[in-house]
């Protein structure tokens, strides 16, 4: 009885797991289909879900008019440009802080994460001025710097909380076993971190891939990542909808395939030190 | 060689001073227990002779040379953690090896020195294991094989065996005596148990809020200790401690008598008291007494057969009390 019991309350909880997932899959399942519809059949109304004619003539439209490959390497160029610097960054301020903690460490880390809750929309005219008055409107040195600030305290955290977690007389036993500084970290911390690390990179590089504000604001058709190329679509003509979508598709594919395949190591991250 | 000197070494954390000045000489070859409760210094004082924390002031001299502003790795000297510290994402076999790497030494050569190293412990089947794989005992085995790789002038062990059950605590500690009688290298040892101070040392360290209690083998600090806290800390049952007329009858402030320096009988003897605990352990019994001068504990060889509520006399035996004055000190 109980048994059958448990059985009936595993079915309920698979298929609101399952309705839940299409609820939050929804739009990007609808935008992969618009992008394989005709204009007309876009803006059917009522909608065509799988009746309609499938083409996919959007996707070669779009990479003809737009350039989708330079802006994918702007992306790609953007993302991993910024999350590898504020790596070189935040790696050190990381270490100091799990291993020498001051007084002040735990205000520091608050005063960093603190400057992600302001809008990142209050600071986006003295930065503009500054890019401006260097020369730096649409490029992507520009970007791969902001983008790099913008993530930096998200970084040192994840990295702290990582680097927190190996303990500390491992370190110590290797400065007794003769280890100077640089050998310590190489063959003892690094190893020990890299899964931490892996995940951090991985974190930021969707993050950045996906940063819309900044990216709009400060580029034109040179430095535009995909995250511009998408907005092109929704031009003052009018919209197309389903060039639009293929544009959205198109766009968040990478990063799509990336997560997928990284997905474990993702989860990890982010619930690293939450569940111990 | 191993000779460690520690000259006026002090050390402070901000406004706390933990160790006030102090000096000590541990002889090379010698096997040096310090001892002490929870808090009281000691492993602080064994970080600062491993250099993984800064000396205040003072000096600490290492076969004769200034060692105090000396890095960890430029002490020669291999520590043993409490918590094993191994490296999780090597082999033991890499484990061990990793001070000779860090030494310069030649793949064949490391190779050679951990397999007998490995041998001395019974470490052979497990090299290609990781950490991970191993029970407590074989973890410690592993951080001593480690530390025993390079031939260090001294070993520093801090609490070595408190992470391991009862049973594989008495092995280990008669392993780690083994090991120092065969090196012959000096070994620094802190420990909060006493059982383990008294079975392992050539010389006990006694500690008590920074401050070295007394110096001595461990049949001096259990015949002859200089203060009331040694007393009470060194051996077990504790030292059973007498204050008011019975004390001042023999002309001290505070009389001492270990547990089993104590005669009793149903019938007769100095002291009348009831039984309140009898504790039977097989080879000895405990027994918990109420007597007018407070609780005593006694113990007697053997099976005796008291009770619970029983009454009983105490007999302390003369030549075996020992007389503190007001301060705690000893009087010869």
């Not at chain 1, 309609?52 to 737009?66: A, G, K, L, P």
């Not at chain 1, 994918?72 to 440009?81: A, T, Y």
Request: proline letters at 5%; hydrophobic letters at 45%.
């Amino acid at each position: 009885m109980a048994r059958k019991k448990s059985n009936q309350y595993r079915i309920l909880i698979t298929c609101a797991a399952w309705g839940v997932a299409l609820i939050l899959s929804f739009p990007i399942i609808w935008t992969l289909l618009t992008s394989f519809k005709t204009e007309i059949d876009a803006i059917a109304s009522p909608p065509k879900l799988f009746h309609f004619n499938w083409t996919i003539e959007n996707y070669f439209i779009v990479q003809e008019r737009s350039d989708y490959f330079h802006h994918f390497w702007n992306s790609v160029i953007i993302s991993i440009g910024s999350t590898l610097l504020a790596l070189v960054i935040a790696l050190p301020a990381a270490w100091s802080m799990a291993f020498i903690p001051g007084r002040r460490t735990k205000d520091i880390l608050m005063w960093m994460l603190s400057t992600k809750m302001m809008p990142a929309v209050g600071v986006l005219i003295p930065i503009y001025l500054i890019c401006k008055d260097l020369g730096l409107l649409d490029s992507r040195l520009a970007l791969v710097v902001i983008l790099m600030l913008m993530n930096l305290p998200i970084v040192i955290w994840m990295l702290f909380t990582y680097l927190k977690e190996i303990p500390g007389e491992i370190l110590e036993a290797a400065r007794m076993d003769g280890a100077n500084l640089k050998n310590e970290i190489l063959y003892v911390l690094v190893p020990m971190a890299i899964p931490g690390i892996a995940s951090t990179l991985l974190l930021n590089v969707i993050l950045s891939w996906n940063e819309s504000f900044w990216t709009l604001n400060l580029t034109g058709a040179n430095s535009a990542p995909l995250t511009a190329f998408i907005a092109s679509y929704s031009s003052p003509e009018g919209l197309f909808y389903a060039k639009l979508s293929a544009a959205s598709i198109m766009a968040i594919a990478p990063i799509l395939i990336l997560g997928w395949f990284s997905q474990k190591q993702l989860v990890r991250g982010l619930t690293f030190g939450a569940v111990k | 060689m191993g000779k460690i000197q520690l000259q006026n070494v002090t050390k402070s954390f901000g406004d706390t001073n933990v160790i006030p000045p102090l000096n000590l000489e541990i002889n090379d070859g010698e096997f040096a227990v310090f001892v002490g409760p929870s808090g009281c210094g000691k492993s602080t004082l064994l970080r600062l002779i491993a250099g993984l924390e800064d000396t205040t002031s003072g000096h600490i001299l290492i076969d004769g040379k200034d060692a105090t502003y000396m890095s960890p790795s430029d002490r020669g000297l291999a520590m043993v953690f409490q918590s094993y510290a191994l490296y999780p994402h090597m082999t033991v076999k890499k484990n061990m090896g990793f001070p000779l790497k860090m030494a310069g030494m030649s793949p064949e050569e490391i190779e050679e020195k951990v397999s007998a190293a490995a041998n001395t412990l019974n470490l052979t089947q497990y090299l290609e294991r990781k950490p991970g794989q191993l029970s407590g005992g074989q973890r410690q085995r592993v951080a001593i094989g480690r530390a025993i790789v390079r031939q260090p002038s001294a070993f520093l062990f801090d609490e070595p065996l408190s992470n391991l059950d009862a049973a594989l605590r008495v092995t280990m500690r008669l392993e780690i005596s083994e090991l120092h009688q065969k090196l012959k290298s000096t070994m620094i040892y802190v420990t909060h148990d006493q059982v383990e101070a008294m079975t392992m040392a050539d010389k006990i360290v006694v500690f008590n809020s920074g401050v070295i209690e007394q110096v001595g083998t461990p049949v001096e600090l259990y015949r002859t200790p200089k203060n009331l806290f040694v007393a009470g800390f060194i051996g077990s049952p504790k030292m059973n401690f007498i204050q008011g007329n019975e004390a001042t009858k023999r002309g001290s402030s505070t009389l001492g008598i270990r547990p089993e320096h104590i005669d009793v009988s149903a019938t007769e003897g100095e002291w009348e008291g009831t039984v309140i605990l009898g504790e039977h352990l097989g080879s000895d019994t405990f027994f918990y007494i109420e007597t007018e001068m407070g609780a005593i504990t006694v113990r007697q060889s053997g099976e005796v057969a008291f009770k619970s509520g029983d009454k009983i006399y105490l007999t302390p035996l003369t030549n075996m009390l020992h007389h503190f004055d007001e301060q705690g000190t000893r009087i010869p």
